[in-house]
T-cell receptor
């Protein structure tokens, strides 16, 4: 499979627990993005990596959220002390350099439910 | 005010109809624009890019008006399989996408 892979597909957690999601981008893509999508809304940008460097973070990314891409390949998104408002689809996307958005590919997402 | 705005719909149209979606954006520095399609509980997938000169792909036509900061998508001869949410997207300087809330389309038999 040469697409963007996300794991797990679904996660149910109790409020207050920590969760971690993983994203494996397309191997030639040096840019990796995380988005969050709630019901009835479009995806909202969270953060973006170019190789291992985290270049931009949205103000939506509160202190409870942290993202890493340690070797410039896969990335993890951790949410600490989850709240019910964190329930959403978390989408990862990757793109190659210099394509101006045309090479964007999304993964299937991780659906988080906080109970 | 959201940076990219769309009428959320739903648009309920019969098969064969022509339907048009509109989108406005507020950031005049946005570089590129796209229409994405999203099926229920799936990831967004690129439908087409949007250019000032217009872009046509089969039954789909997209248009950008930079002066009015307005984007459109026209679907001709609607099919049942066109039922989905259509997301208007702007690419900003930082290379992240800004999505509109989406317009829901239901094509009815």
């Amino acid at each position: 499979d040469t697409g963007v892979s996300q794991d797990p597909r679904h996660k149910i957690t109790k409020r207050g627990q920590n969760v971690t999601f993983r994203c494996d981008p397309i191997s030639e893509h040096n840019r990796l993005y995380w988005y969050r999508q709630t019901l009835g809304q479009g995806p909202e940008f969270l953060t973006y990596f170019q190789n291992e460097a985290q270049l931009e973070k949205s103000r939506l990314l509160s202190d409870r959220f942290s993202a890493e891409r340690p070797k410039g390949s896969f990335s993890t998104l951790e949410i600490q002390r989850t709240e019910q408002g964190d329930s959403a689809m978390y989408l990862c996307a990757s793109s190659p350099p210099g394509t101006g958005g045309h090479g964007y590919t999304f993964g299937s997402g991780t659906r988080l439910t906080v109970v | 005010r959201k940076e990219v705005e769309q009428d959320p719909g739903p648009f309920n149209v019969p098969e064969g109809a022509t339907v048009a979606f509109n989108c406005t954006y507020s950031n005049s520095a946005s570089q590129s624009f796209f229409w994405y399609r999203q099926d229920c509980r799936k990831e967004p997938k690129l439908l087409m890019s949007v250019y000032s000169s217009g872009n046509e792909d089969g039954r789909f036509t997209a248009q950008l008006n930079r002066a009015s900061q307005y984007i459109s998508l026209l679907i001709r001869d609607s099919k049942l399989s066109d039922s989905a949410t259509y997301l208007c997207v702007a690419l900003n300087y930082g290379q992240n996408f800004v999505f509109g809330p989406g317009t829901r389309l239901s094509v009815l038999p």
